[in-house]
């Protein structure tokens, strides 16, 4: 495994060169294009990495995974009332459909509109929960966030702040929009690493297991709904690609992350911080297909 690791990231490696690192949040431009790392967790507790895998990044839209599981937790499948589980075409920070008369909620928790109503849900200190239980899955208790990043993404953040005051209009968020709004910024802003990545997938890969209560849904519901989600949606508007070409469920970060769940086998956090034109890290695209097709991980 450590000599497939270290084939696949040098067979990908050039796919940066092709990406540009996020620069509509002005922190996140700071990236080095040039780290790359991969990280597996097995479920027989084996662990490999390769590269810069213990390079610190912000997990971004990752966090929205993390969001989901507490809103579910906190209200089980009722938070769907507010936002869909469904497949969209747009973009990422999509806001048009929104106002769109026929439209009653956002398409799914993937999408910054989907995201924000599924953060709105979490109960008590939003933000401070999330921290937590990425803690406590990950079992590292440094996990914090960037100020420097969450700072920089709630000045440069017009686009969220616009979506927020939508949803709260069409009353699908209840609350102060712009208190949802800095739980957001801050979840974004939590750096990890591509193997703090794969133990939360292996978390999800392994069922959910583990966590001493959840709540007000059943494990397996969660489990279910978490992967599922994270296979029609977890890579925005071209995951129905995604899908066909590495087939295991995953979501991306515009920091550089992707974070993918093979269930019953492994998790895999892979990090490079140039994207592709679909927000997506270039390199880490790239090598979760050769990790797919090397080790045989689609669940189709």
């Known amino acids: 495994m450590q000599k497939i690791l270290e084939e696949v990231l040098e067979e990908n490696r050039h796919l940066a060169k092709k990406g540009r690192v996020a620069s509509y949040i002005p922190a996140l431009a700071k990236a080095n294009p ?34 989901l599981m507490l809103a579910l937790m906190d209200n089980g499948e009722k938070v769907f009332e507010k936002v869909g589980r469904e497949g969209t075409e747009d973009p990422f920070n999509t806001l048009y459909k929104l106002d769109l008369p026929h439209t009653e909620k956002p398409v799914n ?37 960037s100020r420097e990043v ?23 968020i209840e609350g102060d929009p712009d208190e949802v709004l800095d739980h957001y910024f801050k979840q974004c802003s939590i750096e990890v690493t591509a193997c703090d990545l794969a133990k939360i997938a292996l978390f999800m ?10 709540g007000e849904i059943d494990r397996k519901t969660l489990y279910r709904n978490l992967l599922a989600i994270m296979t029609i949606g977890g890579m925005y508007n071209v995951s129905g ?13 515009v920091g550089g992350g992707i974070m993918a769940s093979v269930p019953g086998r492994m998790g895999i956090g892979v990090f490079s911080p140039p994207l592709d034109e679909n927000g997506h890290s270039i390199a880490g695209y790239g090598i979760m297909k050769s990790l797919s097709h090397r080790l045989d991980l689609s669940i189709f």
């Open 34 to 67: 040039h780290h790359i790392g991969i990280c597996i967790a097995e479920i027989n507790g084996n662990m490999y990495k390769a590269g810069d895998a213990d390079a610190k990044f912000t997990i971004q839209s990752i966090s929205k995974v993390i969001a």
């Open 109 to 145: 928790p993937m999408i910054n509109a989907g995201a924000i109503a599924t953060t709105a849900q979490i109960k008590g200190d939003k933000f401070g929960r999330i921290l937590e239980l990425i803690r406590r899955i990950t079992g590292n208790l440094s996990i914090d966030y």
């Open 150 to 172: 969450y700072i920089s993404e709630k000045e440069t953040g017009e686009k969220n702040k616009a979506i927020a005051h939508l949803l709260k209009a069409r009353g699908i």
């Open 205 to 214: 890969a392994n069922g959910c297991q583990g966590l001493p209560s959840y």
């Open 241 to 253: 690609q995604y899908a066909a070409e590495v087939g295991v469920p995953s979501k991306s970060g």
